[in-house]
């Protein structure tokens, strides 16, 4: 057997074509949770609000995009994958042009929504479309391309961001998405496979009564007790305990109706998809969570310009743009048992070197004042008056 069959078949012209147009699509998405962090301070001061509050304009984002997930395999199956990525794309750049206009702080998170319903629906979307034209014996390898906008978005978002905040209008930041959109459209046409629509089954009604408003409530409820600091209280228990309550009423409702669930919780019986799934959960929130972190500290506690703070976070991205594709290879040499194991230890080891960061650690491998010029308490006070 020669080397090339025993790794799995290259991957074909057709098939980068269409992970490239899949790739624009979700670079987009990806880059808009990113891109947002940076302008924390600014769109804070521009809504006269506190970063407790302007912290829903992230978590809307990202709670819309989680709750629309799991409608991606129906709607793929009854509309065609193909159609509804290009209607994904669609609803994610009109969201964007309102987020760009928009004139208070409930019609920006009401805006992101809109933005979020979008881009949950472009990655799983463009992982099925891009995975059905590979086959399984190219998977990892078509998931590392999948994985190019997790790697570039925290590489180049804080950076297009800190650009924009400090050049531009911090609108710009919505608006940037257009032109992407526009021409990741354009290529869809063109490109992506035609998908037929196939005879789905019914739309599960009860799991869509009960799961996204679960996780809607669940979320909500999470991110009050986060503002206010403690569990008590109508705001932060009553949505906390509804939404668990009616993601609980979905698990027994779900595992009755196998997969024609809206989310097939049989799969959860194969230990290896538990596990996998498990890991994912758990390295997303340490993920997310210091790309909303690191921001706010660059910019409140060391009072750094966007733009410098978005340099300031480029090695995170510099890193995973070195492991994605040595770890698509590798898991389709040696399978994922070896792989995941080592990439959770090391980012166990970096995660565990930015608990240690305090008001005055100094950045490796430069000092602040080479970034900007100026000591941290100057900077800070050119940021209050900008």
Request: hydrophobic share 55%; aromatic share 6%.
């Amino acid at each position: 057997m020669e080397a090339g069959e025993q790794h799995g078949p290259a991957l074909t012209r057709e098939i980068l074509v269409v992970g490239g147009v899949i790739v624009l699509g979700a670079i987009m998405s990806i880059l808009d949770a990113t891109i947002v962090n940076v302008a924390v301070p600014t769109l804070g001061r521009r809504f006269h609000a506190t970063i407790s509050s302007i912290q829903w304009v992230m978590a809307a984002y990202l709670l819309a995009f989680a709750t629309v997930i799991p409608l991606s395999g129906w709607l793929s199956r009854r509309f065609g994958a193909t159609r509804v990525w290009i209607a994904a794309l669609i609803v994610f750049m009109a969201g964007s042009v309102l987020a760009g206009v928009s004139w208070s702080l409930g019609t920006l998170v009401l805006f992101r929504v809109v933005q979020g319903v979008g881009g949950g629906l472009i990655m799983p979307v463009g992982q099925a479309i891009l995975a059905q034209a590979a086959g399984p014996k190219r998977m990892g390898r078509v998931m590392s391309i999948v994985g190019i906008p997790m790697l570039l978005a925290p590489v180049f978002g804080p950076v297009i961001g800190g650009v924009l905040v400090d050049e531009a209008s911090w609108r710009w930041i919505f608006f940037i998405n257009l032109p992407v959109g526009a021409l990741a459209f354009l290529l869809a046409l063109r490109l992506l496979p035609a998908a037929a629509p196939q005879r789905a089954e019914r739309l599960d009604l009860l799991g869509l009564a009960l799961l996204p408003p679960g996780l809607a409530l669940s979320v909500y409820g999470l991110a009050e007790i986060g503002r206010d600091g403690r569990i008590a209280g109508l705001t932060t228990l009553v949505p906390l305990v509804a939404g668990l309550a009616l993601v609980g009423l979905f698990v027994p409702h779900a595992l009755r109706r196998g997969p024609g669930a809206l989310l097939d919780l049989t799969l959860f019986r194969s230990r290896g998809f538990a596990t996998a799934s498990l890991t994912t959960l758990l390295l997303g929130i340490a993920l997310f969570g210091s790309l909303i972190l690191l921001p706010l500290y660059y910019q409140l506690v060391r009072g750094e310009s966007a733009l410098a703070t978005g340099l300031l976070l480029m090695p995170q991205g510099l890193g995973a743009a070195v492991a994605m594709p040595l770890a698509g290879w590798l898991t389709d040499r040696n399978g994922a048992r070896a792989v995941i194991p080592a990439g959770i230890v090391l980012a166990l080891a970096g995660t565990v070197g930015l608990t240690q960061v305090g008001a005055s650690t100094s950045y490796a491998p430069m000092q602040p004042k080479t970034l900007t010029g100026r000591p941290p308490a100057e900077r800070r006070s050119r940021a209050a008056t900008r």
